[in-house]
């Protein structure tokens, strides 16, 4: 079968590779759709924490259930299902609080020593499988997965209807952060450099959009929130110096979240921090519940999640999607490929 293989930073192509096999708790999915993750350009570029090459890529895919075996979590041949790409062990502490999004020995589908499903065929474990309603299209069904970690720092900063929620980096975690405030009822405030994402946003009702090269963010928030700024704010840039502003933009007893991953530490200026009270939270990925929850805002179009999708391409023109994503990635936000 044919998968899309990073060889070392800067090659990519598409490999043959060995059809898997039936494990005793897994099932076989035939790959449907597959969408470009930014962690598959990190990967490519071999920046942040570059795998061991090389490596399959892919985590945001969904596809169908070719084969499983007797102990298949209620699942059966057939079934449309999204892969959850986050194999935890479900014994250490972070697991033993439902919290498998932090497990201590995490593998992530398509990162560091893992590979990734952007496949014809792919070998899973039948309880990370979740089924997919079938009125979402296949190319949507993916995207569950970027929602996803969206959802989960609404969760972590326990945003509530209401509440202005600043969200800086209007990328696709930022901007499905956005869409999902303003359906839980929250007014948020997106940042961004890059003009057409915030133009993107606006279409799609986002009404509070601030172009961070052309206007003081702080001083804009402070207008829209009558001086109190924002109660929540949702860092999704990994931007160094926007981590350090997170702490202007948040209100007193503010809460943060920490999404987007830096290229390196960052300072803080820690006495904000005392004098605010801020809650500062990390935010890493997601967890089951929140994919299925992610899958249900779909399928009622509470989020509209294909506006992210730039372009959609064949199953063998992956790694030039890949190349030009990372050549030019402010013209695009999601690229994806349906398979056969």
């Not at 003081?216 to 109660?231: C, V």
Request: hydrophobic share 40%.
């Amino acid at each position: 079968m044919k998968g899309v293989s990073i060889i070392s930073p800067g090659e990519i192509r598409m490999t043959d590779l060995p059809e898997p096999k039936l494990t005793p708790g897994g099932a076989i999915v035939k790959i449907k759709s597959a969408m470009i993750c930014g962690s598959d350009i990190s990967a490519f570029r071999g920046k942040g924490l570059p795998p061991k090459y090389p490596i399959v890529i892919g985590h945001e895919v969904a596809g169908e259930v070719a084969e499983i075996g007797p102990e298949g979590s209620g699942l059966k041949k057939g079934d449309r299902v999204i892969l959850n790409p986050y194999i935890y062990c479900g014994q250490c502490y972070p697991c033993s609080l439902g919290r498998t999004n932090c497990c201590q020995s995490l593998m992530v589908l398509g990162c560091r020593n893992t590979d990734g499903a952007m496949t014809e065929y792919f070998s899973h474990p039948a309880h990370l499988l979740i089924k997919a309603p079938e009125a979402i299209p296949w190319e949507l069904v993916p995207l569950a997965e970027p929602l996803t970690i969206s959802l989960h720092a609404l969760r972590r900063t326990a945003l509530k209807a209401g509440e202005h929620v600043v969200i800086v980096g209007a990328g696709p975690i930022g901007f499905y952060a956005a869409l999902a405030a303003k359906a839980r009822g929250a007014v948020p405030i997106l940042l961004d450099r890059i003009g057409p994402r915030l133009a993107l946003a606006r279409r799609e009702g986002i009404e509070h959009t601030l172009h961070t090269d052309e206007c003081d963010a702080a001083e804009a928030i402070a207008g829209l929130t009558e001086g109190r700024m924002a109660e929540v704010v949702i860092e999704a840039s990994g931007a160094n110096s926007q981590i350090q502003r997170t702490l202007d933009y948040a209100s007193y007893c503010g809460r943060i979240a920490f999404t987007g991953w830096p290229s390196g530490d960052t300072p803080i200026f820690s006495p904000t921090i005392t004098r605010k009270e801020l809650d500062i939270r990390g935010s890493r990925t997601g967890v089951a519940e929140e994919i299925a929850e992610a899958l249900a805002m779909i399928a009622s179009a509470e989020v509209n999640v294909r506006a992210c999708v730039t372009e959609m391409v064949a199953f063998d023109q992956l790694p030039q999607a890949v190349r030009k994503i990372a050549e030019q990635p402010e013209k695009y936000l999601k690229i994806g490929a349906l398979l056969s």
